[in-house]
């Protein structure tokens, strides 16, 4: 006896048993989201605007906000860097999820990795750009009077994403060619 069920089942079945995309990293990157926010909304609870609060002798929680990109880039601009960044945010989010859509979770995972945290950190950001008109920082590092530029969790996320990208690559590189059965003269 057949139902109308057992052609979805079916399909269902062929597609769980097939490789994972990469698209299941997703979860990292909502959870990078979430943490990011979380830890914002608590800066911004406690902590004072640019009243260092030290935590270790080479690091200081600080609540500052930021109207530019990394490292303050463009802040002194009159506001239109806000619809700048929120629009690269926007293409680079769409291109990485239909990247990692073509991806197997599992043999490129170090790539996923790498491109659920950039992926992460960029919309953390653009949450703040989009709901505030700046980014929350709050984390100062420093070494011998030297400071740092504030950052935030979707900050540390999009560079630790990026070293992971380097490592990829690297590690690619050093992979030998497939053989392609001619040999070279």
Not at 17 to 42: E, F, H, M, N, Y
Not at 131 to 144: K, M, N, P, Q
């Amino acid at each position: 006896m057949s139902t109308s069920n057992e052609p979805a089942a079916g399909r269902a079945a062929a597609a769980s048993s097939g490789p994972l995309s990469g698209r299941v990293w997703l979860a990292l990157s909502l959870a990078v989201i979430a943490l990011d926010q979380w830890t914002k909304a608590w800066a911004v609870r406690h902590l004072s605007f640019h009243i260092a609060r030290p935590v270790l002798p080479v690091l200081d929680l600080t609540l500052a906000y930021n109207t530019g990109a990394a490292f303050s880039f463009l802040a002194d601009q009159s506001g239109w860097q806000r619809w700048l960044l929120t629009a690269l945010a926007l293409v680079v989010a769409v291109l990485i999820v239909g990247y990692l859509g073509r991806l197997h979770a599992r043999r490129q995972g170090l790539l996923c990795a790498a491109l659920a945290l950039i992926l992460g950190g960029a919309l953390g950001n653009l949450i703040d750009r989009l709901r505030l008109g700046y980014v929350v920082d709050f984390i100062s590092a420093h070494w011998r009077g030297h400071y740092f530029p504030a950052f935030n969790v979707a900050d540390s996320s999009i560079t630790i994403g990026a070293a992971l990208l380097l490592v990829d690559l690297l590690r690619e590189s050093r992979r030998p060619a497939p053989h392609s059965g001619q040999e070279e003269n």
